[in-house]
């Protein structure tokens, strides 16, 4: 693509443009929104979290017939994300069965997240993908988590994840400026420097632009990309997340309870928009009587009561677009930024 913008993340994915898509679960049509993020000269993540090994291997063949580059090297140029906790809680058979499905793919990256253990997965990884070495991201809330992954779990791209982040994140996470400069200045020992990536409240190219600047390789978005068409995301959450400012979204954990999703690890939460299910949560009304009015309003699609997963820079997300339009956009608008500043 013209005029690339080359980091330590474009190369080492082979891609053109410094913008990611994160893991979604089970809420895009994932393996279409991750192949047009990947079309647009970004990278698509496909999540592994909350679905079968069947399903998942579906997602991944679909994104494999609607990426328009065939890699000839056989290597399916997406992600698979991997939610340490679930893995773990789950029998180890089916554990293995979603793994293998991405190693049998031959998927470019595997990304793991919010796990206590997930040295035991990556170490899974490692060896048994035939030499291929696919590429390992860990997304992290903290300097401390960092180097961990790096030092010990020696991953490749270190996601930091600011507490501005859309959906689930570590309560304790800093505001991503001070976490990604704490991981961008500390030593990391003997081991080699890791590529790092900034997650979090980024809205548009010149949210990317400034982390570039700050000396990111990339960036990882994931509220802008709900409102692509590719996402599955409802008629009615697109519109509430273009109507939505940056002040209305919330951590909490309410919608977990409200939708018995509640085995996340300790100190995760999910940011999301405000309504009436938070508040009701906050004030202490029945579980039972949140639950109820949850799924009813999920099924009527009310505003008050659904889920709209969303990061803090929603306020300036007003148009649903494809996602590989969107990201055309954000390369063009990242450049544009760079140029006012040299
Ligand atoms: C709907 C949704 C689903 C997500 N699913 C995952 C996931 O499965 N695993 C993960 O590590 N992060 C997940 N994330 C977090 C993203 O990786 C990323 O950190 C976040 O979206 C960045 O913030 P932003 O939404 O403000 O762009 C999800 C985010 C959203 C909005
Ligand atoms: C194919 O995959 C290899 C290895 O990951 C990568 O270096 C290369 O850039 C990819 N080519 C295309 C056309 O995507
Ligand atoms: C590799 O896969 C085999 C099953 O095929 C499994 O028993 C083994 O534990 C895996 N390796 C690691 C390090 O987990
Ligand atoms: C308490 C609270 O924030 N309630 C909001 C829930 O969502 C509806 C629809 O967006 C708002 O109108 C309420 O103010």
Not at 40 to 64: H, K, V
């Amino acid at each position: 693509m013209h005029g690339s913008i080359a980091t330590g993340i474009t190369r080492l994915l082979g891609i053109t443009i410094s913008s990611l898509l994160c893991s979604f679960q089970g809420i895009s049509s994932i393996g279409a929104l991750a192949a047009q993020v990947t079309n647009g000269g970004g990278f698509g993540l496909i999540s592994a979290g909350y679905q079968t090994a069947d399903s998942l291997i579906s997602e991944l063949s679909l994104a494999r017939s609607l990426l328009e580059a065939q890699n000839l090297t056989g290597i399916l140029p997406v992600g698979v994300g991997y939610l340490g906790w679930l893995l773990d809680k789950m029998p180890f058979q089916e554990a293995e069965s979603l793994l293998i499905a991405a190693l049998t793919a031959n998927v470019q990256a595997f990304w793991f997240s919010f796990g206590n253990d997930l040295g035991k997965w990556i170490r899974y990884v490692r060896e048994n993908s035939s030499g291929k070495s696919p590429l390992i991201f860990v997304q992290v809330n903290s300097l401390e988590e960092a180097v961990y992954a790096v030092e010990n779990l020696e991953a490749d791209i270190i996601v930091a994840q600011g507490i501005e982040s859309g959906g689930h994140g570590g309560s304790y996470a800093p505001p991503l400026f001070d976490l990604l400069q704490s991981i961008l200045e500390h030593p990391f020992g003997s081991s080699p420097r890791p590529v790092v990536l900034a997650a979090g409240g980024l809205a548009n190219g010149a949210d990317i632009a400034l982390q570039l600047t700050l000396g990111a390789a990339g960036v990882v978005m994931g509220t802008r990309f709900l409102l692509s068409p590719e996402s599955k995301y409802t008629d009615a959450q697109r519109e509430a997340l273009i109507a939505a400012n940056t002040e209305d979204t919330v951590r909490t954990v309410a919608f977990d309870h409200a939708r018995g999703t509640i085995d996340w690890p300790e100190g995760i939460d999910g940011r999301g928009l405000r309504n009436d299910t938070v508040s009701d949560f906050e004030q202490g009304v029945s579980l039972e009587l949140i639950q109820s009015k949850f799924k009813e309003g999920t099924r009527t699609q009310d505003r008050r009561r659904f889920l709209v997963w969303a990061g803090t820079g929603v306020g300036l997300m007003n148009r649903i677009m494809p996602a590989k339009d969107v990201v055309q956009e954000l390369h063009q608008e990242c450049q544009q930024q760079l140029a006012k500043l040299s």
